[in-house]
């Protein structure tokens, strides 16, 4: 059994020397970046849409091969920084002076509640599942979408809730997971039934199956009306 080059196991085929390379490329490119940043301006950092996004990874990929490779001088990165900063500000005052611009780099806001009921045309283009936005209302202390009167994905991807004074909430599909997997199309009961898909509450009597007259679908669960625990 050969003995362990530890040398070669760490240092791969360079030397100390380019150890120490390596480490005084790693300052210069963090504080390039540190200055990119800067540049970019508070709203960059502040929060980070697609738009952003695409810049800090253009960013990143442009200081990372320099500092681990030596055949790459750092004149090149801080030529790429400087191409994207100047982009990123030419961009930013392109949509400042322009909606349409804007509308296409950042995207719309999507509403995906409307006065209590899915916005099922809008809900469907952003291709979240119905899980995932149950567990954010639940996070939020909603119980059932009466509770609601807009909910707004906004383009950084934060949820934007606007919810209904105690004394006009109205009857609303339940999402909590042990009320809403009882959904049925068969109504044993008469009251008041919210659809399962887009949340439209009607007053049903007993039947066997039953279509929403607003999307078509025929699975129903009890509405409820109670008040947002704050």
């Given at each position: 059994m050969s003995q362990i080059d530890w040398t070669k196991?760490?240092?791969?085929?360079?030397?100390?020397?380019f150890l120490l390379e390596i480490s005084l490329r790693t300052v210069i490119m963090y504080f390039i970046i540190l200055i990119g940043l800067r540049l970019l301006g508070k709203r960059g950092v502040r929060q980070l849409s697609v738009f952003e996004?695409?810049?800090i990874i253009s960013l990143g990929s442009a200081a990372g091969d320099p500092m681990f490779y030596k055949e790459i001088g750092l004149l090149f990165p801080v030529v790429i920084f400087g191409i994207i900063v100047a982009a990123y500000r030419l961009t930013t005052m392109l949509m400042a002076k322009s909606k349409k611009i804007d509308d296409l780099v950042e995207g719309k806001?999507?509403?995906f509640i409307i006065d209590g009921e899915f916005s099922i045309d809008q809900f469907n283009k952003e291709g979240l599942a119905q899980d995932e936005?149950?567990?954010e209302l639940r996070q939020q202390s909603v119980s059932h979408l009466g509770q609601v009167e807009t909910a707004i994905l906004?383009?950084?991807?934060?949820?934007?809730?606007?919810y209904y004074p105690d004394d006009q909430v109205k009857y609303g599909l339940p999402i909590m997971p042990a009320l809403f997997d009882q959904a049925s199309e068969e109504l044993r009961e008469a009251?008041?039934?919210a659809c399962a898909h887009c949340g439209n509450v009607?007053?049903?009597q007993p039947v066997k199956s039953h279509q929403c007259h607003r999307c078509g679908r025929k699975k129903w669960v009890k509405a409820l009306k109670t008040c947002r625990i704050k």
């Open positions: 196991f760490f240092l791969g085929e360079e030397d100390w020397e996004l695409v810049v806001c999507v509403h936005f149950f567990s906004e383009t950084s991807g934060n949820l934007s809730i606007f009251g008041k039934f009607e007053q049903l």
